[in-house]
């Protein structure tokens, strides 16, 4: 069985997610919190899935206000090549308010992936550390 068509199956589902992902935003839901992604560098940081199900757009999470655990993928370059890094953590945070817009900034330092989730007002609500990285 020739290798290269399975290669070719992952890289692309990363584009056609990441072409998905070029339409505008939409409008927040006043009645929901609205979490916003920013990572630094080359990456990309992805939504993946609130309390366990899906997201339909990995740019953001919206979710009933209350706790949630939000699910994030980071895909890293590595080195200057075409080497990437995928990251898989979580963020737990049991006070989400409707129509309140949350930030979830993801960090990298070294080999240590992180991710802050701040408020409307700039204060550090949660974190999330401990990514587990496996090369993409």
């Given amino acids: ?9 992952p890289a692309l589902s990363l ?9 505008p935003m939409p409008q927040p839901d006043p009645r929901e919190a609205w979490i ?3 990572e630094e560098g080359p990456s990309d940081l992805m939504a993946e899935r609130v309390d366990g199900k899906n997201v ?3 740019r953001y999470f919206e979710v009933q206000p209350g706790a949630h655990r939000l699910d994030v993928t980071l895909f890293e ?3 200057g090549d ?3 890094v995928d990251c898989r953590g979580h963020v737990n945070y049991p006070n989400f308010q409707a129509g309140e817009h949350y930030k979830l900034v ?16 700039g204060k550090q609500v949660a974190s999330a550390h401990g990514f587990e990285c496996m090369p993409g």
Avoid: H, W, Y
Avoid at 1 to 9: E, S, V
């Fill in 56 to 58: 339909d757009d990995g």
């Fill in 77 to 79: 370059e590595v080195g």
């Fill in 106 to 121: 993801e960090s990298t330092l070294g080999t240590e992936v992180r991710a802050r989730l701040f408020d409307a007002q």
């Fill in 36 to 38: 916003s992604l920013e």
């Fill in 1 to 9: 069985m020739n290798a290269k068509p399975l290669l070719l199956i």
């Fill in 82 to 84: 075409s080497n990437q």
């Fill in 15 to 23: 584009v056609l997610l990441l072409s998905a992902c070029a339409g």
